[in-house]
Each structure stands twice: as C-alpha cells, then as structure tokens.
C-alpha cells in the first residue's frame, strides 16, 4: 500500500513539508528548520509567506484579519487562539495584523474587521464579518471545513 501525505506549510520557515496522513501531524517537525509544525497557537504572517500558506497547505487555512487599535479584535483573540489549541492540526489558524499589511488587506478587500476567511487550496472556502465568541466561532470553523 502506497503511503498517503499531506502538505503542511511549516509556521516557522515556511517551507511546504510532506506528512504522512496516516500519522498525527500534531507531533511532526519541519524537515527545514525541525521546529514543531504545529503549536496550538495562530501563526502571525506578512505578505511574503501568505500566499504559500494559503495555497500550499493541503489543510484548510483560517486568517484573522485584525488591527491593534480594533477592540472588537482584541476581544475576539483569545477565543481565536483557543480554537487554534483544539482545531489543529486539521485546520491552520493565520492571523494578518492589517495595520503592518495594508497589501493583504486591499487584496482580500478587507473593509471591517476583525474579519475571518477560511481559505481551501488557496480559495475562499467562507468569511466572516465581526467579533465572535468562541463556540461561535469553533462552530464557523468546524461547518465550513466539513467535507
Ligand atoms: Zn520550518
């Protein structure tokens, strides 16, 4: 039987590593930089590294897009981070500080924030406008990353 891999974008270097499906990536190392691929912790990342995660990650990959001064995004944080905690490793959680990455925000015409997309191979699969509370949010995540 031929081994099943998935690509998982390395939060660290992002270089795109081979995982074998078959075994928890929770646990994996990047072959690069053999820091821990996954952290239970959202991955802040600039306009150099988005577009590999976005399109490389063969796991669904959700963004915060998020500003210092914005309350609402300071109070959505922490229920962003737990869902970070309990959803990977089969969901990548990204977050775009807007302030630092005008590009992405223009880009992905972000108008209000906090907004949150989920992406699937690089497309967005769903987004959403507005602070969440946690169940909501783990809620969001879980119906548009099914199936
Ligand atoms: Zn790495």
Redesign the pocket.
Known sequence: MSEEFQHIV?P??A?VNRVPKNRSAKDAK?G????ALFEGKPVAVSAQTFATHIERNDIPVGVDFWAPWCGPCRAMAPAYERAAAKLEPMVRFLKVNTEEEPALAAQFQIRSIPTVMLFKHGRVAAQTVGAMNGPSLEAWILHHTAG
Request: include cysteine; glycine fraction near 0%; proline fraction near 0%.
């Open positions: 390395c660290h270097c270089t990047c690069n930089c053999h820091k």
